[in-house]
């Protein structure tokens, strides 16, 4: 699964290009950007160093898979009273109350992507070899340094907000390093203009430039770049919270339910459906054409071969950041099924530590939705040798990454360590095949509606979707076409349910306008579990008190008594006590409803907890009303004294403040913005 980099030279040839504008003697063995891309060994080199840059903690090795993309309705970072409002705690973001002090909030890393890759664009655009044999190779090399600095530049936007932005090599004179902030409108027009022109150049996964194979899904290749194309479509024409104080001469149009206060307001560009025009056609592009090498894999099996570290054997994944086993990497480690440690697996635990999820976005699920037990899981791995439930409502764990799917590899050196993190080695998946279909249903919806076709596809918004859901209930399955009849209701649920844990519902939800009300949503759901008499909504869908069971049994698959049989566990009622056979343990109801809950003891805890989540987002907030029609009302109240939430400053704040070093050194050309 692994490209072949090598680190060292790669690494070799970006400094010393890199550093060359800057030194006035010249040794004749020194790689400069002229001697660098006057051979494609070197130029391969240049560009295996802008994806070894993204294998950093500050891009996808930690922070932008595992910490920052929570929290929302399907990912947070665990709930609690201690901490709930510190500005300097990067899990998620702090519920929104960062700082300028908080140093891991830094954009550093993401830059040094864009300035290899700007390095590397400039390097052949120049080279000599682009009017030799070796053009088509420098052509694909190219496409691939433009394709890495406009992913690099999508996610400084989705993180940060307006960015400084340019599209060329830091200068020697430092003429164009100290800059201001650009208008994200800008920026998104001028990354779309390079992944237009990058797709020119690369070839779809499993083909080849001249002796170059482009055979797995950690290099660039066409699918993904028309892909990530309709990905900053999507956000250049959703909504974003703006700054009219910077920006005065801002056209974009305002959310009308999201209230501007102090001059920041959640806008769009005006003309917002030309990029929902471009998100359709690039989609349609990839699943109408016949030389498209993807195709949705079994949904279990896609998280198996990740894990094994194996390529994906029908393409579902476009693109994936490559690390390397016992090397780098967390994937599977901050997030994943957990294992206790002092079992058969080793003395260390594992998983789950950054991201978790709550029973609310289990229930979302339909119980025959074969991905529910992929991506969610109640239970964990214990020092006993054998899966042990948790019935802490609020720390699900996501398992797309687990041990048992791991590498015997990995297991052994999991085993063998005494303290510390095993990197994993398992490959972060930036966008799989699956995103294609509902985007593409999504932006076609939107222009035309759901049933009408796009003529390069072949296929309707509706029939995108239910390829997707084909594969989740199988086929020939009624629930395949039961959905919400609210088309664009039905892509915000779909995509809740395919891509949990995978870094991408926040944004979908910030583009969408609707982060806050489905935040709000999820806790509404949660303080109605917790109060115990009363109706569930879910997604849309209300569920009776009596739907979520007082105990759930279990038994296991085999002797040993090791694994849960899945199937086996009464998720959706009560059931009699089946006997001494099965295993039992206590639910939710148990975990929030015991003796102790009903003397306001457990009830108070949990709800403040649930209700203080997120509330750096907006201004204020009132839940008055929805504590008084609960059963604790006086203790809830009491308790929620102690905790005053609200930003104070503005609504939607969904981008992260800019760290003050990296103020300081922009030589007073950079300033925060939204109270920050």
Same mark, same amino acid.
């Given at each position: 699964?692994?490209?072949?980099?090598?680190?060292?030279?790669?690494?070799?040839?970006?400094?010393?290009?890199?550093?060359?504008?800057?030194?006035?003697?010249?040794?004749?063995?020194? !790689?400069?950007?002229?001697?660098?891309?006057? @051979?494609?060994?070197? +130029?391969?080199? *240049? /560009?295996? =160093?802008?994806?070894? #840059?993204?294998?950093?903690?500050?891009?996808?090795?930690?922070?932008?898979?595992?910490?920052?993309?929570?929290?929302?309705?399907?990912?947070?970072?665990?709930?609690?009273?201690?901490?709930?409002?510190?500005?300097?705690?990067?899990?998620?973001?702090?519920?929104?109350?960062?700082?300028?002090?908080?140093?891991? !909030?830094?954009?550093?890393?993401?830059?040094? @992507?864009?300035?290899? +890759?700007?390095? *590397? /664009?400039? =390097?052949?655009?120049? #080279?000599?070899?682009?009017?030799?044999?070796?053009?088509?190779?420098?052509?694909?090399?190219?496409?691939?340094?433009?394709?890495?600095?406009?992913?690099?530049?999508?996610?400084?936007?989705?993180?940060?907000?307006?960015?400084?932005?340019?599209?060329?090599?830091?200068?020697?004179?430092?003429?164009?390093?100290?800059?201001?902030?650009?208008?994200?409108?800008?920026?998104?027009?001028?990354?779309?203009?390079?992944?237009?022109?990058?797709?020119?150049?690369?070839?779809?996964?499993?083909?080849?430039?001249?002796?170059?194979?482009?055979?797995?899904?950690?290099?660039?290749?066409?699918?993904?770049?028309?892909?990530?194309?309709?990905?900053?479509?999507?956000?250049?024409?959703?909504?974003?919270?703006?700054?009219?104080?910077?920006?005065?001469?801002?056209?974009?149009?305002?959310?009308?339910?999201?209230?501007?206060?102090?001059?920041?307001?959640?806008?769009?560009?005006?003309?917002?459906?030309?990029?929902?025009?471009?998100?359709?056609?690039?989609?349609?592009?990839?699943?109408?054409?016949?030389?498209?090498?993807?195709?949705?894999?079994?949904?279990?099996?896609?998280?198996?071969?990740?894990?094994?570290?194996?390529?994906?054997?029908?393409?579902?994944?476009?693109?994936?950041?490559?690390?390397?086993?016992?090397?780098?990497?967390?994937?599977?480690?901050?997030?994943?099924?957990?294992?206790?440690?002092?079992?058969?697996?080793?003395?260390?635990?594992?998983?789950?530590?950054?991201?978790?999820?709550?029973?609310?976005?289990?229930?979302?699920?339909?119980?025959?939705?074969?991905?529910?037990?992929?991506?969610?899981?109640?239970?964990?791995?214990?020092?006993?040798?054998?899966?042990?439930?948790?019935?802490?409502?609020?720390?699900?764990?996501?398992?797309?990454?687990?041990?048992?799917?791991?590498?015997?590899?990995?297991?052994?050196?999991?085993?063998?360590?005494?303290?510390?993190?095993?990197?994993?080695?398992?490959?972060?998946?930036?966008?799989?095949?699956?995103?294609?279909?509902?985007?593409?249903?999504?932006?076609?919806?939107?222009?035309?509606?759901?049933?009408?076709?796009?003529?390069?596809?072949?296929?309707?918004?509706?029939?995108?979707?239910?390829?997707?859901?084909?594969?989740?209930?199988?086929?020939?399955?009624?629930?395949?076409?039961?959905?919400?009849?609210?088309?664009?209701?039905?892509?915000?649920?779909?995509?809740?349910?395919?891509?949990?844990?995978?870094?991408?519902?926040?944004?979908?939800?910030?583009?969408?306008?609707?982060?806050?009300?489905?935040?709000?949503?999820?806790?509404?759901?949660?303080?109605?579990?917790?109060?115990?008499?009363?109706?569930?909504?879910?997604?849309?869908?209300?569920?009776?008190?009596?739907?979520?069971?007082?105990?759930?049994?279990?038994?296991?698959?085999?002797?040993?008594?090791?694994?849960?049989?899945?199937?086996?566990?009464?998720?959706?009622?009560?059931?009699?006590?089946?006997?001494?056979?099965?295993?039992?343990?206590?639910?939710?109801?148990?975990?929030?409803?015991?003796?102790?809950?009903?003397?306001?003891?457990?009830?108070?805890?949990?709800?403040?907890?649930?209700?203080?989540?997120?509330?750096?987002?907006?201004?204020?907030?009132?839940?008055?009303?929805?504590?008084?029609?609960?059963?604790?009302?006086?203790?809830?109240?009491?308790?929620?004294?102690?905790?005053?939430?609200?930003?104070?400053?503005?609504?939607?704040?969904?981008?992260?403040?800019?760290?003050?070093?990296?103020?300081?050194?922009?030589?007073?050309?950079?300033?925060?913005?939204?109270?920050?």
């Amino acid at each position: 699964m692994k490209k072949t980099i090598y680190i060292f030279i790669a690494a070799l040839v970006l400094v010393n290009i890199s550093c060359d504008d800057f030194l006035d003697t010249e040794a004749e063995s020194k !790689l400069t950007k002229e001697t660098v891309f006057e @051979t494609t060994f070197f +130029a391969e080199a *240049a /560009i295996n =160093g802008i994806y070894a #840059s993204l294998t950093d903690t500050y891009v996808y090795g930690q922070k932008i898979s595992t910490n920052w993309p929570t929290n929302s309705d399907v990912e947070i970072a665990g709930l609690s009273t201690d901490n709930y409002k510190s500005p300097t705690r990067d899990a998620g973001a702090s519920n929104y109350y960062a700082s300028a002090e908080n140093q891991n !909030l830094r954009w550093d890393n993401l830059y040094k @992507t864009v300035e290899y +890759a700007a390095l *590397a /664009i400039d =390097g052949v655009r120049n #080279s000599p070899l682009l009017q030799t044999s070796d053009s088509l190779i420098m052509k694909a090399y190219l496409g691939e340094a433009l394709a890495l600095r406009s992913l690099a530049y999508l996610e400084l936007l989705t993180h940060f907000g307006d960015i400084p932005y340019k599209d060329a090599p830091s200068n020697s004179d430092l003429s164009n390093v100290f800059i201001g902030k650009v208008d994200r409108d800008t920026v998104y027009k001028y990354i779309i203009q390079d992944l237009l022109e990058a797709e020119q150049y690369v070839p779809w996964l499993g083909g080849s430039v001249g002796t170059t194979s482009y055979g797995s899904a950690d290099k660039i290749t066409k699918g993904f770049v028309k892909g990530l194309i309709a990905r900053t479509a999507l956000f250049a024409g959703g909504w974003s919270i703006r700054d009219r104080n910077q920006f005065p001469e801002t056209t974009a149009e305002v959310n009308p339910n999201i209230p501007e206060v102090n001059g920041y307001f959640t806008g769009r560009c005006t003309n917002w459906k030309d990029y929902y025009e471009i998100a359709a056609q690039k989609c349609a592009e990839i699943i109408g054409d016949p030389s498209n090498p993807h195709h949705l894999d079994d949904f279990e099996n896609l998280w198996k071969t990740v894990n094994q570290l194996q390529n994906n054997a029908v393409n579902e994944n476009l693109f994936e950041v490559a690390f390397g086993l016992s090397q780098n990497g967390d994937i599977g480690n901050l997030i994943g099924m957990r294992l206790d440690g002092g079992s058969k697996y080793g003395a260390i635990a594992l998983g789950g530590g950054n991201v978790v999820s709550t029973s609310y976005y289990f229930y979302s699920f339909d119980p025959e939705d074969k991905r529910r037990d992929v991506t969610l899981t109640c239970f964990s791995y214990s020092a006993d040798n054998k899966e042990k439930i948790n019935s802490n409502p609020t720390d699900w764990k996501f398992a797309k990454w687990r041990i048992y799917w791991m590498t015997d590899a990995y297991k052994a050196a999991h085993k063998a360590a005494k303290s510390g993190r095993v990197p994993t080695g398992i490959n972060w998946i930036v966008m799989r095949y699956s995103d294609i279909f509902l985007m593409f249903a999504e932006a076609q919806n939107e222009l035309y509606g759901p049933t009408t076709a796009n003529t390069t596809a072949g296929i309707t918004p509706k029939q995108a979707l239910e390829r997707v859901r084909e594969r989740a209930f199988g086929l020939g399955n009624p629930k395949v076409t039961d959905y919400d009849a609210d088309f664009f209701k039905a892509i915000v649920n779909e995509r809740a349910w395919e891509f949990g844990g995978e870094a991408l519902r926040k944004y979908d939800l910030v583009r969408w306008g609707i982060l806050n009300d489905k935040i709000e949503e999820q806790k509404m759901a949660l303080c109605n579990m917790i109060n115990g008499n009363r109706s569930v909504e879910i997604f849309g869908k209300t569920y009776p008190s009596t739907y979520f069971p007082t105990t759930v049994y279990y038994k296991y698959t085999a002797t040993p008594e090791e694994y849960v049989d899945r199937a086996s566990i009464n998720y959706y009622e009560d059931v009699p006590d089946p006997g001494a056979s099965i295993a039992g343990s206590g639910w939710y109801k148990t975990t929030w409803l015991s003796e102790a809950a009903k003397s306001g003891t457990n009830t108070k805890t949990w709800t403040t907890r649930i209700l203080i989540a997120s509330t750096g987002l907006n201004v204020s907030y009132d839940y008055s009303a929805l504590i008084a029609s609960m059963d604790s009302a006086t203790v809830i109240s009491d308790m929620m004294k102690d905790y005053p939430i609200g930003n104070g400053v503005c609504n939607n704040r969904h981008p992260f403040s800019i760290y003050n070093k990296n103020i300081t050194d922009s030589r007073s050309m950079l300033k925060n913005s939204y109270g920050y």
